[in-house]
């Protein structure tokens, strides 16, 4: 079955640092990725879409990448800052046209 | 302000009571669709809706009912509540119908806490 997966366990980094969250995807091949941020209480919050066609791509202090021979998508928030601490969502096309979400990472960044 | 807007924010029930929460959006979007969020299973999706008068299931439909039969609202029925329906529920729209609609952003309300005792 498709299935979708994310370090379940929350990353804690030092302010300043890059956190780099892992999205891994299996038994499909989906034509795009994106990837949302929820806070506690709250919806999510899309934050980039990246086609398959496309390596990487980038917006402020974040830049996803997407290796579709690897399977996995890479989220990377540089000179992290404690208002950047959230759970992160990534959510696949699935082959039958729907929006899977796995189940998020916590970020966690201490000042 | 572009918003999704869900009513109420949050609602304990008995079980079988039946209650309705409602989603708005303003943007004009086409796509609406409902999700439950859970711990350790994340967001799964209960019913969608690609334009008015259209809607579809999800994975995880029973139980629920929807309807469109306006753009901007996209209501959620629990006929018959149970406690296994005692989740976080979100309410989203997308610009795009379509089978495009993936390749759009999601656009969240703020959830729905539902407790069934």
């Known amino acids: 079955s498709q299935k979708i997966e994310q370090n379940s366990e929350a990353l804690n980094i030092q302010e300043g640092k890059t956190a780099t969250l892992t999205c891994n995807y299996t038994n499909y091949s989906p034509a795009y990725l994106q990837w949302y941020r929820q806070d506690p209480g709250r919806g999510p919050v899309f934050l980039l879409l990246i086609r398959e066609n496309e390596k990487e791509k980038r917006k402020e202090r974040l830049k996803v990448t997407f290796d579709t021979t690897l399977k996995q998508s890479l989220f990377h928030i540089t000179a992290s800052q404690p208002a950047d601490s959230a759970t992160y969502l990534c959510a696949v096309s699935s082959n039958t046209g729907k929006l899977i979400f796995g189940q998020g990472t916590t970020l966690q960044v201490k000042p | 302000e572009a918003q999704v807007t869900q009513n109420p924010r949050y609602l304990i029930t008995v079980t079988g009571k039946k209650l309705t929460v409602t989603c708005s959006q303003n943007m004009n979007h086409e796509y609406m669709s409902w999700y439950r969020q859970d711990p350790g299973l994340g967001l799964r999706q209960i019913y969608y809706s690609m334009n008015v008068e259209v809607t579809d299931k999800g994975d995880v439909p029973e139980g629920y009912k929807v309807s469109r039969k306006e753009k901007r609202n996209f209501p959620l029925i629990l006929e018959s509540p149970s406690p296994n329906q005692t989740s976080l529920y979100f309410c989203?729209?997308?610009?795009?119908?379509?089978?495009?609609?993936?390749?759009?952003?999601?656009?969240f309300g703020n959830g729905t806490r539902l407790t069934v005792t």
């Open positions: 989203a729209s997308s610009l795009s119908g379509g089978r495009n609609y993936y390749n759009s952003p999601l656009h």
